[in-house]
């Protein structure tokens, strides 16, 4: 059953974007340009960032309170980045519509020519996304109803708490921490806000899923098909073979560089598009890593609580760890491209040939880099640099509080 539906998001005009695309579309990013679905999702979109500017009035009205502060502060961030994510995917769209129809171009042109070697690089990477995205989405949504479902866990797994409302010296627990020109503490005002909470939710889950694995899916066809014209740099002059003739040859060699210009080309489109979001989200992401520790580890917190902030904080790990890696891995991969050129049989070719084979490999060795803002790259030791300053700033505000 679930293969049958996962099936159903293939599409053979989009061979490694098809599930991305119909998540983008459905939760209202990927847009047509115009008509009532589009003024639907914009206004959708319109309601979240109003629901996040909620979130900081009601940080503003709680902000004596240190821990309520932290539990909001550790969601309305997020939040944050999901608005900024959704917003700029629209506001750039026409730019992400280019990229999108490289790929599917360039894809569907190679696979086109029946090549083994070429076909079996592409769908090697083509089962890779399709993995990372689905487990992903898992990720994703495991962590969305552990944020629903944590205050009903609170309220059950303890009878402290039960007393406490019970003599009205707490408030019933919230999904997350907003405010409302209502009542909220009892009643209907209270069920109002956990469906307008639990709605939000699926709402800011469907968004970084969807634009995550958009991203990494992205990144990883950069990495194939890098690793595909490394193939096709080595395969120059299969054979040895001395007979090739100067066009053929040139050819072939002009082929691979329109190649690697138009991965350079559209790498660069693709970070300008990620690197500002980045940007926020690596700050935002090492305050949100302290802010959840600090929380893990402060007295009263509950058992339950517990767990769902170490979900959360698993889930917030992952999401970095996977931009970093795969970010890495094209950087790795743009490294090799001129050694694949000099690894074929350059040598058994005449002086021309051999002259524009040097041009080839010098005009390769050009790094794609994958960047957060201006001042760092997304690779694995950014990312362990991340952690390691998040566990500074925990440490430096739980010597405080001693």
Not at 127 to 144: H, Q, S
Not at 302 to 307: D, H, K, V, Y
Request: contains cysteine; charged residues 15%; aromatic residues 14%.
């Amino acid at each position: 059953m679930v293969f049958k539906i996962l099936k159903k998001l293939e599409d053979s005009n989009q061979p490694s974007l098809g599930p991305t695309l119909y998540g983008l579309t459905v939760w209202g990013m990927w847009q047509p340009r115009k008509g009532l679905l589009r003024f639907v999702a914009n206004f959708v979109h319109f309601l979240a960032f109003l629901f996040v500017l909620s979130q900081y009035v009601e940080l503003w009205i709680i902000r004596s309170n240190l821990e309520a502060a932290l539990r909001n502060l550790s969601v309305s961030m997020l939040s944050s980045v999901c608005v900024v994510k959704a917003g700029t995917f629209i506001f750039w769209q026409k730019h992400w519509k280019d990229v999108f129809e490289y790929v599917s171009r360039l894809e569907k042109d190679q696979m086109s020519k029946r090549d083994k070697k070429t076909n079996r690089i592409i769908n090697e990477y083509i089962i890779y996304t399709r993995k990372v995205t689905y487990i992903y989405w898992c990720l994703v949504t495991a962590t969305v109803f552990s944020v629903i479902f944590a205050p009903l866990a609170t309220f059950i797994s303890s009878s402290t708490y039960k007393t406490s409302i019970r003599y009205e010296t707490k408030a019933y627990p919230e999904i997350m921490s907003s405010w409302v020109p209502f009542n909220k503490s009892n009643g209907i005002g209270y069920w109002i806000l956990i469906l307008e909470q639990s709605m939000i939710c699926f709402y800011g889950g469907g968004i970084v899923a969807n634009y995550d694995s958009n991203a990494i899916v992205l990144m990883s066809f950069f990495t194939g098909q890098l690793k595909l014209l490394k193939s096709n740099c080595e395969r120059l002059f299969e054979n040895d073979d001395k007979h090739v003739n100067y066009e053929e040859s040139i050819k072939k060699i002009r082929e691979c560089h329109v190649h690697y210009l138009n991965l350079i080309k559209y790498s660069s489109i693709l970070n300008s598009l990620l690197s500002p979001v980045m940007f926020m989200y690596v700050i935002i992401c090492s305050l949100m890593i302290c802010a959840s520790a600090i929380q893990l580890t402060t007295n009263g917190t509950t058992r339950m609580q517990q767990i769902w902030i170490a979900e959360y904080l698993l889930a917030l790990i992952a999401q970095l760890f996977f931009y970093c890696w795969h970010s890495n891995k094209v950087s790795l991969m743009s490294l090799r491209i001129d050694d694949s050129v000099y690894a074929s049989a350059w040598w058994s070719q005449n002086v021309r040939v051999r002259r524009n084979v040097s041009i080839l490999m010098q005009s390769v060795r050009k790094k794609i880099i994958f960047t957060a803002g201006p001042f760092t790259t997304l690779s694995v030791s950014t990312f362990v640099a991340i952690l390691r300053g998040s566990y500074s700033y925990y440490t430096l505000l739980s010597k405080r509080d001693d």
